[in-house]
């Protein structure tokens, strides 16, 4: 749309600020300030969603706009043409987080589409359409969502994001590895070729890939939900105080680029990333954190062959399998635990960013497994399945990312369980552009006859996941893309898996 049109739709130019707040004259604002990261929305809820934008003079010139805070206009309107304005304010740029504008719009219907924008001055940001969620308290029979993972800028394109134009869903779900903090070589260069080591550092790199085109079009769009998989930030359990800042640095640029609602506090290594919604009574979804109160990764490092996957998969030694180890952390078990016994939905989904299922691997005659994934946790995961069984829960469902590469399965006990044991299926959604090299596939793919309750793998392939759920069924489309190594790839649905309401297990369509 033009802006001119929007400008005289909206009436912007005459618009009083709705609130009095001390701010920086328009003089102190840096010429040329605007709005080159584009508009993003997140974190929506049935009533409110997060609008989302940075000032900034251009995406490579993170200097502050002005010395201290900055006025932003926004307005959100229920029509694409920004004529019918419902809701207006100011949002206060905080040069703390780097010029980052963070609106939670409230009061808003549910289930309905809105478009939005900000202005600075004589700027106006590009329109940006976003869309609450369905109410948790009325009847809802069909939602439609997206999941998205690992996103490595050097790897390749981001253009998988493009071909959700049509898909019409209500939200896009990010499992984590927004941003890689490793360079790997490949079709483009990250700005430098060392790991973020400051603040500046990892804003520099959250700008970067903010730079994507389909990722830009994917925001303007699209609400995102965003969770943190083990490239977004140090995820490690320390105590030592250099990597807990930088751990802090990670966290305020990982919030300060994306539309979500809780503010970390500053140069503190801890931030909300738990989530949690209703979908009407037809989906539950659970989103816990995974990265900041998980016992130690690695315990079996020290026993296994290095020079095998890279050492990402590691022997089973009786470390990892002590029934204390938790990935999830008491007080969070005990939430997830609520969540499983409280629900009414028909679809019950534990998004955890990691795979669920068990997987045995087979090296040298020792049984390996990948220990950063809920293998790592089995104790707590029999606990979580123990109650699945006890709460007679409503179809359960595991989504995660992280593997980069589609895999889906019935999620059983133990590896090698008859998949008609099942207590959950899980859909592990391919990467955007993340590879998966044959070090790590091939011995996956060499294990699949001794774990038959894996329906689907395959790690040559990028793109999203489609599900669309209805109270008669889940339905999950693997859409995949062409190619990544250059723009332009197009995406399809490759396969496509269906799990028929209060049948466990899942089946192709
Ligand atoms: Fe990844």
């Not at 029979?141 to 253009?159: A, I, K, L, P, T």
């Amino acid at each position: 749309m033009k802006r001119r049109h929007f400008l005289a739709g909206a009436g912007l130019a005459l618009a009083a600020p709705a609130l009095t707040i001390r701010s920086v004259s328009a003089q102190a604002v840096a010429a040329g300030a605007g709005f080159p990261f584009s508009v993003a929305s997140g974190d929506p809820t049935s009533d409110a969603v997060v609008l989302w934008t940075r000032l900034a003079r251009a995406v490579d010139d993170l200097t502050p706009v002005a010395a201290g805070p900055v006025e932003v206009e926004w307005i959100v309107a229920s029509d694409e043409k920004m004529s019918d304005v419902v809701r207006r304010g100011i949002g206060i740029a905080r040069p703390e987080f780097g010029h980052s504008v963070h609106v939670d719009v409230e009061g808003l219907q549910p289930d309905r589409s809105y478009w939005y924008a900000f202005r600075l001055g004589g700027e106006i940001s590009p329109v940006g359409r976003t869309r609450t969620l369905p109410s948790a308290l009325a009847p809802h029979s069909r939602f439609r969502f997206n999941v998205v993972s690992c996103q490595h800028w050097e790897n390749g394109y981001f253009d998988a994001y493009d071909g959700m134009a049509d898909d019409d869903a209500s939200l896009v779900l990010h499992m984590g590895d927004y941003i890689y903090e490793v360079g790997r070589g490949g079709v483009r260069s990250h700005e430098s070729k060392t790991a973020p080591a400051t603040l500046a550092d990892y804003r520099r790199r959250h700008a970067l890939y903010k730079t994507d085109t389909a990722l830009r079009r994917a925001h303007e769009r699209m609400p995102f939900m965003v969770t943190l998989d083990n490239h977004d930030a140090l995820t490690e359990d320390t105590s030592d105080m250099a990597k807990l800042k930088l751990r802090a640095a990670a966290y305020q640029a990982w919030y300060e680029f994306q539309p979500v609602r809780h503010a970390p506090a500053l140069s503190n290594p801890a931030m909300q990333i738990l989530r949690d919604r209703d979908i009407g009574n037809l989906l539950r979804l659970s989103i816990p954190d995974t990265r900041q109160f998980k016992d130690r990764e690695s315990s079996c490092a020290s026993d296994s062959d290095k020079n095998f996957a890279f050492g990402v998969f590691q022997k089973a030694c009786d470390a990892a399998s002590a029934a204390d180890r938790s990935m999830l952390g008491a007080p969070q078990e005990a939430w997830l635990d609520e969540r499983l016994k409280t629900s009414k939905a028909r679809w019950n989904v534990i998004a955890s960013t990691v795979m669920m299922t068990p997987f045995d691997m087979d090296h040298g005659g020792e049984l390996y497994r990948y220990l950063q994934s809920w293998d790592g946790y089995p104790a707590e995961r029999a606990r979580i399945l123990d109650r699945i069984e006890k709460y007679k829960v409503g179809n359960p469902i595991a989504i995660a990312g992280d593997i980069h590469s589609n895999l889906v399965s019935d999620v059983v006990r133990r590896a090698g369980d008859d998949p008609k044991t099942a207590l959950m299926s899980e859909f592990v959604g391919t990467s955007i552009s993340s590879l998966w090299p044959d070090q790590l596939a091939k011995p996956m793919q060499a294990a699949l006859p001794a774990n038959p309750h894996i329906r689907h793998y395959e790690h040559t392939r990028r793109g999203y996941l489609r599900m669309t759920v209805t109270e008669d069924r889940w339905t999950t489309d693997l859409r995949t893309i062409e190619f990544t190594d250059k723009p332009g790839g197009k995406v399809s649905t490759e396969k496509s898996f269906v799990v028929e309401n209060g049948q466990a297990g899942v089946k192709a369509a």
